[in-house]
């Protein structure tokens, strides 16, 4: 039975919400981070004309080449006046070779492959002593006039390798569920769908950043196959600087170093964010920085980061640990597509009462060349990251 009111008993929003509609935006807000900072500085498909690879494959492999060692060890203790020296391994010699051991200067006038021996005449420097782990080093060469060809060594080249991963996701909508009208949604299956890319996404970019460990693997019928990440290629037999408190510009400085001495140059620092703010506290604290009165603005954001060396652009990456740090030369890095994201019908509409079933796919992989020279990797043993 309904329920009158008098004269004096006005309808009000506090007694009277039966036929009030909801107010309810017309709009969906999301705030999960969806960015993906590696890979937009490396354009997925960018390896593929970077690198010259042109077939698709489940193994993706390149060349890498180099000059020859320029270093390596003794092999016994070589008295004071040797005319020859043992040393590690001979293949790395030449007739006509100058080297330095500790403070002498010899010329090789022959190597004995079979022995790792090498016939010697001091050129220079301090007659000594030279001990079994002395460094041997390889400074140039010099020949008489009119000498016979000397035929140093050469190198083989190195191929590193990674796999194809293939990424998906499915999503089904219900007939009924798509048919109902819902504020901020024009679709439900397109909005599902554009969510389960948005993940995908997401994941290949933490695929290529994960930093502890070598996931390579070829896969089977029953086994999934997985690519590597930066760590599978930039090891901790590189360029590798340790840290027991946070990141200081002194390890990034370091880390530059080590990739020069290599041959490297890399351009960017990709951080957490919280390493990156602990790096910019460096600036905002240092006694060398200098504020005019008329400033009204406080602090400073850091975007680049110099070293002796290099000029590095910092890119701070939420979906990285913050226990590591990379510097990394976009030359060598890219990130090889065999299969753009797609999306294709499951067939599963046609059999139950949906309005829609997709499967979304796509296969990556990533190539890092020259890992342990050109690119370094930093890392902390604090408790909790940088």
Not at 72 to 96: E, H, Q, R, W
Request: hydrophobic residues 35%.
């Amino acid at each position: 039975m309904a329920i009158g009111y008098g004269a004096d008993q006005p309808r009000t929003t506090y007694t009277d919400t039966n036929l009030n509609k909801r107010v309810i935006s017309d709009a969906i807000s999301m705030i999960t981070p969806t960015d993906h900072p590696f890979l937009s500085a490396f354009t997925p498909g960018g390896a593929n004309e970077k690198f010259n690879i042109r077939e698709i494959g489940t193994k993706i492999e390149w060349s890498e080449d180099d000059l020859r060692a320029q270093t390596t060890a003794m092999a016994s203790t070589a008295a004071s006046g040797a005319t020859s020296l043992t040393v590690a391994d001979g293949s790395y010699f030449k007739p006509y070779d100058i080297i330095q051991v500790d403070s002498q200067f010899f010329y090789v006038s022959a190597v004995t492959q079979s022995t790792n021996t090498l016939t010697v005449v001091s050129v220079g420097g301090t007659d000594a002593t030279h001990s079994s782990t002395a460094t041997i080093t390889i400074i140039t060469s010099a020949s008489t006039e009119g000498a016979a060809a000397a035929y140093g060594p050469t190198t083989t080249v190195n191929q590193p390798y990674n796999y194809l991963q293939t990424l998906r996701d499915a999503v089904e909508v219900t007939r009924h569920q798509e048919k109902i009208a819902k504020y901020g949604v024009a679709s439900e299956l397109r909005r599902q769908r554009d969510k389960k890319m948005l993940e995908l996404w997401r994941g290949l970019e933490k695929a290529c950043l994960l930093e502890a460990a070598d996931l390579r693997a070829a896969g089977s019928a029953t086994t999934v196959r997985l690519m590597g990440s930066l760590a599978a290629f930039i090891t901790t037999a590189g360029n590798y600087v340790t840290s027991a408190t946070t990141i200081t510009k002194a390890n990034v400085d370091t880390a530059s170093l080590y990739c020069h001495l290599d041959g490297g140059n890399p351009d960017i620092l990709m951080l957490h964010p919280t390493a990156a703010n602990r790096l910019r506290d460096t600036l905002d604290s240092s006694s060398f920085v200098r504020v005019s009165q008329d400033e009204t603005e406080l602090g400073m954001r850091l975007g680049r980061v110099q070293t002796q060396y290099h000029d590095l652009e910092l890119i701070a990456n939420r979906h990285m640990s913050n226990s590591y740090g990379w510097l990394l030369e976009s030359a060598y890095i890219g990130v090889y597509t065999g299969d753009e994201f797609f999306e294709k019908d499951t067939g599963r509409a046609q059999e139950y009462d949906l309005a829609g079933a997709i499967e979304i796919l796509g296969d990556y992989s990533l190539v890092v060349q020259h890992g342990d020279l050109a690119h370094s990797r930093l890392y902390t043993t604090l408790s909790g990251g940088f």
